[in-house]
């Protein structure tokens, strides 16, 4: 209830499905906890009332991660608002799923933008404002591991950008003693992937436990890592599928 007692978060993309339970949980370990949204405002502002009226700490703002300068600016306005900052956590994503010859170059530019160039700017002006000892987490994707059917091919390089970003970042921050981990959960329900959707019995069958993930799941194990038991986890990418990629 209190490992993050004192500690200050900004979660990037966090109005809606995993994003929303890590603000949660963040929260109600007690952590100040910022976070951005790009669409979904009403969500957004549900999660912060749900906070603070348990006595929690928690602002919304608004930062499409699709530009660069949002994201710095959200970054800074955060630190400000709460003097500091000790854990970022990446999960903004965008899925282009689809026939190869269907992508288009906006589906590649958006999806490098958002779930690739987003982070790296995220983390690099994090690093300015980070106490010593702090969290990065990326949110990437078993898909980095492993596309089991067709149409993955943009997603999938998204994801796989970051198991080399957390390595090349977790070598410039470890003096500081801050952790840069990245975090692949296989199928989760969300609006994203819901667990009855189209393909989702197909990808269950791929599963040793036979179900999709829950976002509070994804949220625990992101806990645990912005935590302070995990100081020695750091270039990681570590993968919460249920099997899936066993
Ligand atoms: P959802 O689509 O349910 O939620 C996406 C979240 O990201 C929302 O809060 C959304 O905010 C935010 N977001 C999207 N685009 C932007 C943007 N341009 N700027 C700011 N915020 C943005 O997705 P999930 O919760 O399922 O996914 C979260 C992360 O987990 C993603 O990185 C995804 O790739 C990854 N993931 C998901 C899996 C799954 O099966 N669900 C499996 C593996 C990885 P808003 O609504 O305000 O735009």
Same mark, same amino acid.
């Not at 995993?18 to 951005?36: D, N, P, S, W, Y």
């Not at 009403?42 to 660069?68: F, L, M, P, R, Y």
């Not at 900052?85 to 958002?114: C, F, K, Q």
């Not at 070598?171 to 009855?196: H, K, W």
């Given at each position: 209830?209190?490992?993050?007692?004192?500690?200050?978060?900004? +979660?990037?993309?966090? $109005?809606?499905g995993?994003?929303?339970?890590?603000?949660?949980?963040?929260?109600?370990?007690?952590?100040?906890?910022?976070?951005?949204?790009?669409?979904?405002?009403e969500?957004?502002?549900?999660?912060?009332?749900?906070?603070?009226?348990?006595?929690?700490?928690?602002?919304?703002?608004?930062?499409?991660?699709?530009?660069?300068?949002?994201?710095?600016?959200?970054?800074?306005?955060? +630190?400000?608002?709460?003097?500091?900052?000790?854990?970022?956590?990446?999960?903004?994503?965008?899925?282009?799923?689809?026939?190869?010859?269907?992508?288009?170059?906006?589906?590649l530019?958006?999806?490098?933008?958002?779930?690739?160039? $987003?982070?790296?700017?995220?983390?690099?002006?994090?690093?300015?404002?980070?106490?010593?000892?702090?969290?990065?987490?990326?949110?990437?994707?078993?898909?980095a591991?492993?596309?089991?059917? %067709?149409?993955?091919?943009?997603?999938?390089?998204?994801?796989?950008?970051?198991?080399?970003?957390?390595?090349?970042?977790?070598r410039?921050?470890?003096?500081?003693?801050?952790?840069?981990?990245?975090?692949?959960?296989?199928?989760?329900?969300t609006?994203m992937?819901?667990?009855?959707?189209e393909?989702?019995?197909?990808?269950? %069958?791929?599963?040793?436990?036979?179900r999709y993930?829950?976002?509070?799941e994804?949220? $625990?194990?992101?806990?645990?890592?912005? @935590?302070?038991?995990?100081?020695?986890?750091?270039?990681?990418?570590?993968?919460?599928? @249920?099997?899936?990629?066993?």
């Amino acid at each position: 209830m209190d490992t993050l007692q004192g500690k200050i978060a900004f +979660v990037q993309g966090g $109005s809606r499905g995993i994003g929303a339970a890590i603000v949660k949980r963040l929260a109600h370990e007690g952590a100040a906890v910022a976070f951005t949204y790009a669409a979904s405002a009403e969500q957004a502002e549900k999660t912060v009332t749900e906070i603070t009226s348990a006595g929690g700490k928690a602002i919304a703002i608004q930062a499409d991660s699709n530009h660069a300068s949002a994201v710095q600016t959200a970054l800074r306005q955060a +630190v400000e608002h709460f003097g500091g900052l000790d854990i970022l956590v990446n999960n903004a994503g965008v899925l282009a799923w689809g026939p190869l010859e269907e992508l288009t170059l906006e589906d590649l530019d958006r999806t490098l933008a958002v779930n690739v160039r $987003s982070v790296f700017i995220a983390c690099q002006e994090a690093a300015k404002h980070m106490n010593e000892g702090g969290r990065i987490i990326n949110i990437g994707s078993v898909n980095a591991d492993r596309v089991p059917m %067709a149409g993955g091919a943009i997603y999938a390089m998204s994801k796989s950008a970051l198991v080399g970003l957390t390595k090349g970042m977790a070598r410039d921050l470890g003096p500081r003693s801050i952790t840069v981990n990245n975090v692949q959960p296989g199928p989760v329900d969300t609006e994203m992937n819901p667990a009855d959707g189209e393909g989702a019995s197909q990808l269950q %069958a791929l599963m040793a436990v036979q179900r999709y993930g829950k976002a509070e799941e994804i949220a $625990s194990f992101v806990t645990y890592l912005a @935590g302070p038991d995990a100081g020695y986890i750091t270039g990681a990418s570590l993968t919460i599928d @249920g099997g899936f990629s066993a």
